[in-house]
């Protein structure tokens, strides 16, 4: 080994970690609606939590003028968990659809080579049977391949010493 190979070696075993480019930033908008979708609970908990908090800070006074204010919000935040939830639902449906579709091809697929399994299983019976009919003597068989090959080799090995 020369001198360059050895640099090469101490260079590749660094303790530098390459981080991925940074990607395009979401907007600020895109980035909550991505934090509902993923933590609908939390989100519904913080938001009682913060509702709860602002009901404790407020004026007497001026509740009622929050209370409306903060029911249309909710009314607002109750369609958009109403949508989110109907597209869930649309896709589990789908989901659902292809596991049936394709649980029901692998049953075709597993009865299909079960019925092959049992014909082969049921002439590899037979076969069997047969032969130990013939080995008992009750029963005469043709002869397998090989018998017929010694049985012809042994013709030809006859016409040859004649």
Same mark, same amino acid.
């Given at each position: 080994?020369?001198? =360059? ?16 480019? &940074? ?6 908008? @895109? ?5 509902? @979708? ?8 913080? =938001? ?14 001026? #509740?009622?003028?929050?209370? $409306? &204010? ?29 596991? &049936? #579709? ?17 014909? $082969? ?9 047969? $032969? ?5 003597? @009750? &029963? ?7 018998? @017929? ?9 006859? #016409?040859? $010493?004649?």
């Amino acid at each position: 080994m020369d001198s =360059g190979d050895t640099s090469d070696q101490a260079t590749a075993q660094t303790n530098v970690v390459v981080l991925p480019n &940074k990607g395009e930033e979401l907007p600020v908008h @895109r980035k909550a609606a991505e934090f509902v @979708r993923e933590h609908p609970v939390a989100t519904v908990a913080g =938001g009682l939590a913060l509702g709860a908090i602002a009901a404790a800070l407020i004026p007497r006074g001026n #509740r009622a003028f929050v209370a $409306r &204010k903060s029911s249309l919000m909710a009314e607002a935040i109750a369609a958009a968990s109403a949508a989110v939830a109907q597209q869930a639902l649309g896709s589990l449906d789908t989901a659902s659809s292809g596991v &049936k #579709r394709g649980a029901h091809s692998l049953a075709s697929l597993a009865e299909h080579a079960g019925e092959v399994v049992a014909d $082969r299983a049921s002439g590899a019976a037979h076969a069997a049977y047969e $032969r130990a009919q013939a080995l008992l003597g @009750r &029963k005469t068989l043709p002869p397998t391949l090989g018998e @017929r090959i010694a049985a012809r080799a042994g013709e030809i090995a006859g #016409r040859l $010493r004649k």
